[in-house]
């Protein structure tokens, strides 16, 4: 027999029976949250656009000047006192042209010592010629060995050739002329009237008609970009409308002690007349096609890790920045030549390098003006 509930437990039985379902149904609300989807990453705007090869793919520029293939002091093989000189500088001359002299009275003496040292050596020949002829006589009738005979053939050997060097000496001692072997222009004038000359002092600068190159100075950084071969095209600002092509010929096995850069030349394949000595030259090299084209970025969009050139290149799949080394061609006034690291169409940062992090998720926009966009 059940006992009767009093009125205070009457009134509070309801109260009671309620709050295992409050806490059921507070503990279903918190599972509930605890699954709730996290707020996507919000990404930051910036200015990135595609980046396009540069026109030709152009491995890079530089600045050179014209000269001839064959350049050369033209000098005395006899020492003596300059006495005139019948071209300037800038002349053209042709191949035998005298071009200056030497006071025959200083060369005189040396001239009869040449003449002596010929002579002895002419007496020195002959006594060798009939030592040897007696010598071999006598070895076929088994009167000497075959080591003195050899002995006599050496005397020969030797005497016959001091003979030929002593002829030469007197032949450049009768000369007082300097002549032009190969036609040409006079660069420059080294030896003035009345001076003195050592054998071999120079006395002009010579350039040789004919083949032109192109002399550029690389820096040490850029000059492993660059082959024999390898295509080129030169333009002068001294003559617009003329282009040139031209091809790499040598470059320098070593740098400048000074300017620690390495000289390259670059032979033209058809010079004409209004090629000039000295002229500055523009000159483009051709990118190798094993090679990635080179691509031009704006100023803006260059970034520096430590002492290393950068750039930030949008991921195309998850939108993420990545910063990555780049090899630069060439600096311009407001572009870059990008030789190595980028590839045409690939997103790149163009401003606000500095306010931007590896791994920061972005959304590429246009420049707010077109004429910030890259050509």
Request: charged share 20%; proline share 7%.
């Amino acid at each position: 027999m059940r006992t009767p509930l009093s009125p205070t437990s009457r009134a509070l039985a309801p109260r009671h029976a309620w709050l295992p379902c409050a806490m059921a149904i507070s503990l279903i609300l918190l599972a509930g949250c605890s699954h709730k989807t996290p707020e996507a990453e919000a990404a930051v705007p910036v200015i990135a656009l595609p980046v396009q090869a540069a026109d030709g793919a152009v491995a890079g520029r530089y600045t050179g000047d014209v000269h001839a293939r064959y350049e050369m002091p033209l000098s005395f093989r006899m020492a003596g006192r300059l006495t005139a000189r019948y071209v300037d500088p800038g002349e053209l001359v042709k191949q035998g042209q005298p071009l200056a002299e030497l006071d025959p009275a200083d060369p005189a003496q040396q001239l009869s010592y040449a003449k002596a040292a010929l002579d002895a050596a002419e007496h020195r020949l002959l006594y060798a010629t009939q030592q040897r002829d007696r010598d071999e006589a006598q070895f076929k009738q088994n009167l000497i060995s075959q080591l003195q005979l050899q002995q006599t053939q050496d005397s020969y050997a030797s005497a016959l050739a001091g003979r030929d060097q002593a002829r030469q000496q007197y032949k450049l001692a009768q000369s007082t002329t300097l002549v032009a072997e190969h036609d040409g222009v006079i660069t420059s004038r080294q030896a003035e009237v009345g001076q003195v000359l050592a054998a071999g002092q120079a006395v002009f600068g010579f350039a040789q008609a004919g083949e032109r190159e192109v002399y550029v100075d690389v820096a040490e950084s850029r000059v492993g970009g660059i082959s024999i071969g390898q295509a080129a095209a030169v333009n002068l600002p001294a003559l617009p409308g003329h282009a040139y092509a031209a091809r790499v010929r040598e470059i320098a096995p070593a740098a400048d002690a000074q300017s620690h850069t390495y000289l390259v030349k670059l032979a033209i394949d058809h010079p004409d007349a209004s090629l000039q000595l000295g002229m500055t030259a523009d000159v483009a090299l051709q990118g190798n096609k094993s090679a990635d084209a080179a691509i031009t970025i704006p100023a803006t969009a260059l970034f520096h890790q430590g002492e290393h050139p950068a750039v930030w290149v949008v991921n195309p799949g998850d939108s993420k920045l990545d910063l990555r080394p780049v090899t630069v061609a060439r600096y311009g006034e407001r572009d870059v030549l990008i030789a190595q690291g980028l590839k045409a169409g690939e997103r790149v940062v163009m401003q606000g390098v500095h306010a931007v992090a590896a791994g920061e998720k972005v959304a590429p926009i246009a420049p707010p003006h077109p004429e910030d966009a890259p050509q």
